[in-house]
């Protein structure tokens, strides 16, 4: 994980501040959904995609390697060979 060197501090409704460069950085825009992940004693804050990170369907989802990625596309991975060339 790669440091920023920001720090913020919570104010007392609980809420932080992420500042503009980062969320330019990272593409956010304003009013953008945002998930939250607990990973032990971290707090990991992410872009809300719901659908497959292939084909952004939205039906029979599975969480890899921290991506949703649906049955049908899962399938269609674990079917090509390290050696195939598409």
Partial sequence: MKSTG???????????CL??????????????????FVDGDRIVIQKYAPGCVFCQSTEN?????????????????AGYGFNERT
């Avoid at 920001?6 to 932080?16: A, C, E, H, T, Y």
């Fill in 6 to 16: 920001i720090v913020r501090k919570i104010d007392v409704l609980g809420r932080i």
């Fill in 19 to 36: 500042p503009k460069e980062l969320r330019n950085t990272l593409g956010i825009a304003d009013l953008d959904p945002l998930e939250v």
């Fill in 61 to 77: 989802l599975n969480n890899i390697w921290d991506r949703r990625i649906c049955t049908s596309c899962a399938k269609r991975i």
